[in-house]
């Protein structure tokens, strides 16, 4: 009897376990969405002789079932001094509103079926003593990888996506 007892409070116990796991499983997690194709075209922000600073903006969203959490975001800039050395190129990531001088992201808190915009700014520096002017009249299309670092209910996770800032982009930003 009292080996019957404990096998059907065990049976209960296990049962209990697999409808909480079940549950768990259904309630989805976040994903999050950015849709490269549809960023803006570069605007500039500044200009001086030297130094070019522009911006393309780019909006995700949130598509999953739960909150999100964007740790951290960068880009990757593929654009090496042995395939093209007048131009150093940088990039940093903001939130639009929020937007820093330092090389740091801001997390933010993406609830399910939410978004919000991003800013991607870049600065271009003329090098081997040319002006901006003269460094990007020969710059090549320069392919740009942007990683996010989320968080859902899952385990920590990496979005990279690619785009690609074309010569005639960031040439029209110089001319006069």
Same mark, same amino acid.
Not at 19 to 39: E, H, N, P, S, T
């Given at each position: 009897? $009292?080996? *019957?007892?404990?096998?059907?409070? #065990?049976?209960?116990?296990?049962?209990?376990?697999?409808?909480?796991a079940?549950?768990? *499983?259904?309630?989805?997690?976040? !994903?999050?969405? =950015?849709d490269? !194709?549809?960023?803006?075209?570069?605007?500039?922000?500044?200009?001086?002789?030297?130094? $070019?600073d =522009?911006?393309?903006?780019?909006?995700?969203k949130?598509?999953?079932?739960q909150?999100?959490t964007?740790?951290d %975001? /960068?880009? &990757?800039?593929? #654009? @090496?001094?042995?395939? /093209?050395?007048?131009?150093?190129? &940088?990039?940093?990531?903001?939130l639009?509103?929020?937007?820093?001088?330092?090389?740091y992201?801001?997390a933010? #808190? %993406? @609830?399910?079926?939410?978004? !919000?915009?991003?800013?991607l700014r870049f600065?271009?520096? %003329?090098?081997n003593?040319?002006?901006?002017?003269?460094? $990007?009249?020969?710059v @090549?299309?320069v392919?740009?990888?942007?990683?996010?670092?989320c968080?859902? &209910?899952? %385990?920590?996770?990496?979005? !990279?996506?690619? =785009?690609?800032?074309?010569?005639e982009?960031? &040439?029209? $930003?110089?001319e006069?």
């Amino acid at each position: 009897m $009292l080996i *019957c007892a404990i096998q059907i409070i #065990l049976a209960l116990v296990v049962l209990g376990v697999a409808v909480v796991a079940a549950y768990i *499983c259904l309630q989805g997690d976040a !994903k999050m969405f =950015f849709d490269m !194709k549809k960023r803006t075209a570069a605007v500039k922000v500044s200009e001086t002789d030297e130094r $070019l600073d =522009f911006e393309v903006e780019l909006d995700y969203k949130n598509v999953g079932k739960q909150e999100a959490t964007l740790i951290d %975001a /960068y880009m &990757r800039i593929y #654009l @090496p001094q042995e395939q /093209y050395d007048d131009v150093l190129l &940088r990039g940093k990531v903001n939130l639009k509103g929020v937007l820093r001088d330092d090389d740091y992201f801001e997390a933010v #808190l %993406a @609830p399910a079926g939410t978004g !919000k915009t991003m800013v991607l700014r870049f600065e271009a520096y %003329a090098k081997n003593g040319k002006t901006i002017a003269e460094a $990007l009249a020969n710059v @090549p299309d320069v392919d740009v990888a942007l990683l996010v670092e989320c968080r859902g &209910r899952g %385990a920590l996770y990496t979005e !990279k996506k690619y =785009f690609t800032l074309t010569a005639e982009e960031m &040439r029209k $930003l110089v001319e006069k």
